[in-house]
């Protein structure tokens, strides 16, 4: 089955410039896998995090997770635009800018629109009753602790309620898509070409986005709304834009291949200077700054990573890779109604958090497997094209691109 949708899709095509050879990139597949499946861990840690905002919140709240969460969220969305950008170059240098629009919209617009209207109720009623309910606007609403799904049903139907929650992801990825499309269309087709003489050079991506942390951070902390966000409208651009350069230029991608350590290290030491800044009080643009060395360096360090070390493909990755866009929007709704049921019960933090990881995975996969793909109807909804048997990907070599 290859019906992925935009980050969750192949990222490798021929340019309409420079040769390249056409195949899926399994390194890229376990990136995207990777990032996915992380978002269990992830979204199962807020529950139980002290950073205020998830849809639902344990009483008894962990300083440990709140790291963990602290930690991924620096380099994990990033990420996602990373991906998202490289896919965009593979769509674009082989569809034309307008079915490229066309397959964006279809991809990702249409879930996006059926996750608000089907997935996304469920979370926000669990919101309400938990008084984690936030309006479009950021506006705080009291708990009613005492509404029931049906009652509240209607009432999300309305500008002030709906949401898109974590399906965000969709809504600025389409909005960029667009948005940017000239800027694209004339790099997939250029002929222009980039050499760096040194790949250390790559760090200097860190210097735009440390300016929006600082500048933008503190005006817009990160409440995605699209339209009143520009921190994140402007950092997770940046992002967007660094990957599709990524898939263009091949240079960049040997750079990565080159630095994979270095930047980890420098990632994991910008972290914790992070840590030390918050705790010794240091002046938030300290912070701000640190979050984007953390968040570009380790992302480097990933992409590099799986660049030199994951260019095999099997049979789990086989199943993986096409299961990750259903699984991306699906798992929210899981994971909050779980959570829903597990955090009144009187038990430590360790066995709601596993009760909630483990349930929200199998829930996710078992809708994934004996609803969705045994349904052909739901297949455009959730970005899926069609069914077909998944290929086994080439191997590293010889996928290598000429352009540089």
């Known amino acids: 089955m ?38 269990f861990v992830f979204h199962t840690s807020k529950v139980f995090d002290v950073r205020p905002f998830y849809s639902i919140k ?18 994990h969305m990033p990420l996602f635009f990373v ?34 209207l089907v997935l996304c109720p469920p979370i926000r009623w669990v919101e309400l009753v938990s008084g984690q309910f936030y309006t479009t606007a950021g506006r705080p609403l009291p708990a009613d602790p005492h509404a029931t799904f049906l009652a509240f049903l209607p009432r999300y139907y309305t500008l002030d309620n709906v949401t898109w929650s974590h399906l965000w992801f969709l809504a600025y990825l389409v909005t960029f898509s667009l948005l940017y499309l000239p ?35 503190e005006r817009w902390p990160g ?59 240091a002046p938030r643009f300290i912070d701000r700054g640190l979050s984007a060395v953390t968040g570009f360096s ?25 299961s990750a866009f259903p699984v991306y929007l699906l798992h929210q709704t899981a994971i909050v109604m779980i959570a829903f049921v597990v955090v009144p019960l009187d038990l430590g ?24 793909q045994r349904v052909p109807a739901l297949w455009p909804l959730f970005g899926m094209k069609r069914r077909v048997a998944h290929r086994p ?3 590293a070599g010889a996928a290598r691109r000429l352009a540089s």
């Open 298 to 322: 380790l992302v480097v360090a990933l992409i590099g990573f799986a660049s030199v070390r994951l260019r095999v493909s099997n049979r789990a990755l086989g199943w993986l890779a096409p």
């Open 83 to 116: 991906l998202a950008g490289w896919s965009a170059h593979g769509s674009l240098a082989t569809r034309g800018a307008g079915a490229f629009v066309s397959e964006r919209l279809r991809k990702l617009f249409v879930p996006l629109v059926f996750g608000m």
């Open 58 to 75: 344990n009483v008894a709240l962990s300083d440990s997770l709140d790291v963990l969460t602290g930690f991924i969220h620096q380099w």
């Open 349 to 372: 933090i360790g066995v709601k958090y596993g009760l909630v990881l483990i349930g929200s995975i199998g829930a996710t996969v078992a809708a994934y497997e004996l609803v969705v």
């Open 2 to 39: 290859n019906a992925l949708t935009s980050t969750f899709s192949s990222t490798s095509a021929s340019s309409c410039a420079v040769p390249r050879i056409a195949t899926r990139r399994p390194d890229v597949d376990w990136l995207r896998v990777f990032a996915t499946y992380l978002l």
């Open 183 to 217: 800027i694209l269309a004339a790099l997939a087709r250029g002929g222009a070409r980039l050499e760096l003489r040194r790949s250390a050079v790559i760090y200097l991506g860190i210097l735009p986005l440390a300016l929006v942390q600082i500048t933008l951070r």
């Open 223 to 281: 409440f995605q709304n699209l339209v009143d966000d520009w921190a994140n409208f402007s950092y997770y651009s940046l992002f967007l834009l660094y990957g599709f350069a990524l898939a263009r230029f091949s240079s960049l991608e040997r750079a990565a291949e080159s630095e994979w350590r270095r930047a980890a290290v420098i990632g994991l030491a910008a972290f914790v200077a992070m840590l030390a800044a918050r705790e010794l009080g």
């Open 393 to 395: 990907h080439t191997t």
